[in-house]
Every structure is written in C-alpha cells, then in structure tokens.
C-alpha cells in the first residue's frame, strides 16, 4: 500500500464572507447578492403550457393519423407525432424570443427616458 504525503499545514486565517452578517446565533444571513434569482410567473406559465403541449400533441397526432390519415401505417404516424413535437418545439423558442426582445425593448425606452 503507498503512503500517503501528509498535507502542508496553513498558517492562513479562515476566510469570511464579507456580504454576510453574523447574527447572535452565529449564523450567516443571506444577503440580496445571494439569493437566488426569482422567475417571473408568467415565465413559469408559459414553460408550464408548452410542456403540456409537448406531452398531449404528438400522442394526439400519433393517433389521430394512425385512424384517420395513415390508416394502419404506424411509421408514418410516428414520423407526423414527431414533426408535431418539433413544430411545438420551436414554437416555443419562438415565444421564448420574442418576449425576450420585447424586454430588451423596454429596458431599452426606460434607459432613454431616464436620460
């Protein structure tokens, strides 16, 4: 078996953090720097949505092609659930964009009004 080298000792105080409080009980209280960022609900809703359809779409299509359109033909069923998944897919990157620039829109009317 190898010996293992024994670690070097520090002279080196403990570090602390300097955008926490110590309180009475010795805790650390988390400041604004450290909490997590809040997601907005709307966000929250619109993820929520698209992850339904993503879930009930592509089973309606599979089966809604394989009765009606591709009577028996399961392949091309599943090539149709599979373009439907995609559709939503980028539907909702689509969304996802255009939200995003409206924000960086707004913020944008909000820097010039400041000025």
Known sequence: ?????????????????AESSSDDDGGAQPTGA??????PGNVIRKLLAFSFLLLVLPI???FASLRYLFVGSTASSAIVAVIVA???LAAY?????????AAQHTATKRKLKVR
């Open 86 to 88: 995609n559709c939503v």
């Open 60 to 62: 309606l299509a599979y």
């Open 34 to 39: 450290s909490l997590p960022p809040q997601i």
């Open 93 to 101: 990157v689509y969304a996802a964009w255009i939200e995003d620039g």
């Open 1 to 17: 078996m190898p010996k293992l080298k024994p670690r070097p000792k520090t002279s080196a105080a403990p570090r602390h953090n």
